[in-house]
C-alpha cells in the first residue's frame, strides 16, 4: 500500500486530492533524482523551486500572498508523499515550507507576510531556520546579530532565514527573539556545507552571523517573545517530521515486500521463508502504528493558533508521535535492509540509502532523548494538578 486511503482515516476527499497529486509529482519528477543527490550530495535547486509551480509549495500561506490558503495538514501530507518518492528532497521541503515559512505565516506581521510569504510560493524564496545561538545586541532601529549556528538545513542554499537570537541573555528562554535575515545582509556567511552520511542532496550548512544588521522591522513577534514562537513551532515541527518519517517507513516496506517477491534462493522467492514473513509483518506493524498516532496527532495539531502549543497536551503529544515515528522507523529501515541482504549493504541501493538518512529522525527536531523528557514532564505536570 504506497498511496494510503485518507478517507478510511476520516479524512475528507481534499487531502487525498493533494496527497495524490504530491504523490504523483514527486513519483515522475522527483525520485530519479535521488541517487544523484546521494552519490553526489547535490542539490537540485531548479527542481525544488520547479514545485512551487505544482502548488507544493506555501499551501499554508494565505491566499492574498499567493499560497493556498490551507491548514498544516495539508502540508503534512504533502511532506509524507514527497519523502515517500524523495526524502532528501523532502527534507528540504519541510525545513523551507515548514521550518521557515509556516512559522512565519503564524506569526510574522501582515507588512512582513506581504514582503517575504509570496516568493516563498512561487519558489522564488528558499528558507531555513537557525534555532538560538547567536546573541543580538540593539543599536538605533537595528539589531547586530553575532554568532554562529550549526546543522541548519538549507543553510548552504536559503535565500531567507528566521534566525532564533538571545536579545536578553540574562533572561535566559525568556530572552530570545525572532528575527527575518536575508542571505544578502552583510556580515551573514555560510561557513561550510557540511557533509552527512544520510539526507545527502539535502544541503546542512554552518552559519555565521558577523555584526549582522537586522532591521527592526524583521523581528517577528515581540521583544524576548522568540521562545513561544519557537516552542509552538516545534509541536507543528514533530508531527510533520512524524508525517515525514512514515512516508520513508512505508517506502522501505513496500522495497522489501517487493524484494521479498523477486529475490530467489534455494529455488524460491524469500517470501515464502517464515522467517522472511516475520520481518516483513514487523515492519507492516510499525508502519501502521506511526500512522494511526501521526494521522491522529496530525489532526489535534491542523489548527493550533499562533502562541498555542510549546506546553500541554499538544506539546506532549507531538513530542509522542515523533518518538515512536523515528524509533519506529529506523526498526523498519534496519529490517529492510536485513531482508535485502548483501545488496542492502550496499550505498547504491535504495534502501541503504533510506537506511542512512532514517537516523536523523531520531536527532532532528529534539532527539529522543529529549523528546521522552517532554513526554514524562507532562505527565508528571497532569499527576500533580491532579
Ligand atoms: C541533518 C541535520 C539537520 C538539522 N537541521 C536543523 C535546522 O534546520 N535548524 C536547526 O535549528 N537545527 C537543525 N539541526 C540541529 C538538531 O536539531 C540538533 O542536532 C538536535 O536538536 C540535537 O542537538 P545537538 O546536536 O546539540 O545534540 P546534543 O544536545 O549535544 O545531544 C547529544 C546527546 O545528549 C543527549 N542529551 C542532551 N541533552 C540531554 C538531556 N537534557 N537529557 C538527556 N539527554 C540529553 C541527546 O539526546 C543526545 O543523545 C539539524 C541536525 C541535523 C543532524
Known sequence: MSIPNLQDFGFD???????????????EKLYDLSPRMDREDWFPEAEFRAMGQEGL??????TDFGGAGLNVLAQCFICEAVSYWNHSLAASLLASDNLCLDN?????????????????????????????EPGAGSDADDYVLNGRKLFITNGPVA?????????????????????????????????????????????TGELVFDNVRVPAANRV????????????????????A???????????LDLAVDYATMRKQFGRPIGDF???????????????????????????VMNLAPGEGGRGAVHKRSAAAVLHAGRACMRV?????????????????EVNRLYRSGKVLEIGAGTTQVRQFIVAAELLREAAAH
Open 13 to 27: 476527499a481534499e487531502y487525498q486530492a493533494i496527497y495524490d497529486m504530491a504523490y504523483r509529482y514527486a513519483r
Open 57 to 62: 509549495l506555501g499551501v499554508t500561506v494565505p
Open 104 to 132: 512565519l505565516v503564524r506569526n510574522a506581521n501582515a507588512e512582513q507576510q506581504a514582503r517575504y510569504l509570496p516568493a516563498f510560493c512561487t519558489g522564488a524564496t528558499i528558507g531555513a531556520l537557525g534555532m538560538t
Open 159 to 203: 535565500d531567507v532565514l528566521l534566525v532564533y537570537a538571545k536579545t536578553a541573555p540574562e533572561k535566559k528562554q525568556h530572552g530570545i527573539s525572532a528575527f527575518i535575515v536575508e542571505k544578502s545582509f552583510p556580515g551573514f556567511r555560510v561557513a561550510q556545507k557540511l557533509d552527512k552520511m544520510g539526507w545527502r542532496g539535502s544541503p
Open 221 to 240: 513577534g515581540a521583544e524576548n517573545a522568540g521562545a513561544g514562537i519557537m516552542m509552538s513551532g516545534l509541536d507543528v515541527e514533530r508531527v510533520i
Open 242 to 252: 512524524a508525517f515525514y518519517g512514515l512516508g520513508l517507513a512505508q517506502r522501505a
Open 274 to 300: 517464515q522467517l522472511v514473513q516475520g520481518m516483513l509483518a514487523d515492519m507492516y506493524t510499525d508502519v501502521a502504528t506511526i500512522r494511526a498516532l501521526t494521522y491522529q496527532v496530525g489532526r489535534e
Open 333 to 349: 529501515l534496519d529490517l529492510a535492509v536485513q531482508v535485502h541482504g548483501g545488496m542492502g549493504f550496499m550505498n547504491e541501493s
